[in-house]
């Protein structure tokens, strides 16, 4: 019956809904060499799009933040500081949720991934 189809073929649909989240975070390096840091950001990530940004007190750019599933943007700011240097950075992270309830949210992944900017940075 038509009821039955139309039953049958709702109950296949899978639907979900994207959310991005953003994350960002600051680095405290003393007795570090702030280009030393960018550099190291060139060198292990390399430049994700656009070009880099020099001003009077900071060096900025996106770099390529590998997740194991692809690759994100990552935008890193390093200040000069008096004792060292400082970086901010900032990525986002977009995650698919479905009606029961599941997600590919992983907080594994955003403490391995915090954990490799860290890494770089006193590198």
Known sequence: ??????????????????????????????????????????????????????????MSSWFRLNTGNGVVPLGVTVYPTRTGALVKYFFEMTYTLTPD?????????????KRNIEDVAKM
């Open 101 to 113: 309830g599941k997600t590919n949210y992983d907080p594994n992944l955003i403490s391995g991934l």
């Open 1 to 58: 019956s038509r009821f039955n189809f139309l039953f049958t073929t709702l109950s296949s649909l899978r639907p979900s809904i994207d959310v991005s989240v953003k994350y960002n975070g600051e680095i405290q390096l003393p007795e570090v060499n702030d280009v030393i840091v960018y550099a190291n950001y060139q060198r292990m990530m390399g430049i994700h799009s656009g070009t880099a940004s020099r001003d009077d007190v900071a």
